[in-house]
């Protein structure tokens, strides 16, 4: 468990602007899955087609004033769930203070996100290596919370081609990168089989950006 390896206010810098703070969310991970669990309630989560036809294997929702959504037109922050024409829910406040305090640590004040997307694994699920590339400002850090079942993260360089890291991501790991690391490609490995005691065979993942 993250939360024997590490004390609780440890941290591990990974790189320059890449901060990765073990089980920073641990103590609030029962709050923060009521406050997701709100969210999908009213933004269900969803697999979306990648502009070229392909079916995403992550379900995706999001929360705050804008949300990612990708289709046939291409990957966008838009202000609007496409499933109902609403506004997306609003951004729950514990999700914003959480993700705001870890930008911080990692040495971005006032990091105020406006979109939070929530990424649904199943076991076997995927996201393939990919830069954050659809947001306005690139000063601006990209905040990763996990919750559920850990997956292999892949942290690579800012070309396809570097090799990235493996870093396992536990339940309660909250993992900042922007600055000289903000355009580094990432990725997950096929989520491993398993039960969580609080998610079951899941991991949901929220990362949090100023998007516009
Ligand atoms: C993402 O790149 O949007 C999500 C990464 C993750 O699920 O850890
Ligand atoms: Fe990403």
């Given at each position: 468990m993250t939360a024997d390896l590490f004390p609780p206010d440890s941290e591990l810098s990974l790189a320059p602007g890449a901060l990765l703070l073990p089980g920073l969310a641990l103590d609030q991970a029962g709050v923060l899955l009521d406050a997701v669990n709100a969210v999908t309630a009213a933004a269900a989560l969803r697999q979306l087609h990648t502009p070229g036809g392909q079916l995403m294997q992550v379900a995706m929702s999001n929360c705050g004033d804008l949300g990612w959504v990708s289709d046939a037109r291409g990957y966008r922050y838009q202000a609007?769930?496409?499933?109902?024409?609403?506004?997306?829910?609003t951004m729950p406040a514990l999700i914003k203070q959480l993700a705001a305090a870890a930008a911080q640590r990692a040495?971005?004040?006032?990091?105020?996100?406006?979109a939070c997307l929530i990424n649904r694994y199943l076991p076997g699920n995927r996201l393939s290596l990919h830069q954050d590339?659809?947001?306005?400002?690139?000063?601006q850090p990209i905040v990763s919370i996990s919750l559920g079942l850990p997956a292999v993260f892949l942290f690579g360089g800012l070309t396809r081609a570097d090799k990235p890291a493996r870093l396992t991501l536990q339940h309660g790991d909250v993992l900042v990168w922007g600055g000289p690391s903000r355009l580094r490609f990432h990725g997950v490995q096929p989520l491993a089989a398993g039960e969580h005691p609080?998610?079951?065979?899941c991991r949901i993942n929220l990362t949090l950006r100023r998007a516009n």
């Amino acid at each position: 468990m993250t939360a024997d390896l590490f004390p609780p206010d440890s941290e591990l810098s990974l790189a320059p602007g890449a901060l990765l703070l073990p089980g920073l969310a641990l103590d609030q991970a029962g709050v923060l899955l009521d406050a997701v669990n709100a969210v999908t309630a009213a933004a269900a989560l969803r697999q979306l087609h990648t502009p070229g036809g392909q079916l995403m294997q992550v379900a995706m929702s999001n929360c705050g004033d804008l949300g990612w959504v990708s289709d046939a037109r291409g990957y966008r922050y838009q202000a609007h769930d496409p499933l109902t024409g609403r506004a997306w829910p609003t951004m729950p406040a514990l999700i914003k203070q959480l993700a705001a305090a870890a930008a911080q640590r990692a040495g971005f004040a006032d990091f105020d996100p406006d979109a939070c997307l929530i990424n649904r694994y199943l076991p076997g699920n995927r996201l393939s290596l990919h830069q954050d590339r659809d947001e306005q400002d690139y000063s601006q850090p990209i905040v990763s919370i996990s919750l559920g079942l850990p997956a292999v993260f892949l942290f690579g360089g800012l070309t396809r081609a570097d090799k990235p890291a493996r870093l396992t991501l536990q339940h309660g790991d909250v993992l900042v990168w922007g600055g000289p690391s903000r355009l580094r490609f990432h990725g997950v490995q096929p989520l491993a089989a398993g039960e969580h005691p609080l998610l079951g065979a899941c991991r949901i993942n929220l990362t949090l950006r100023r998007a516009n």
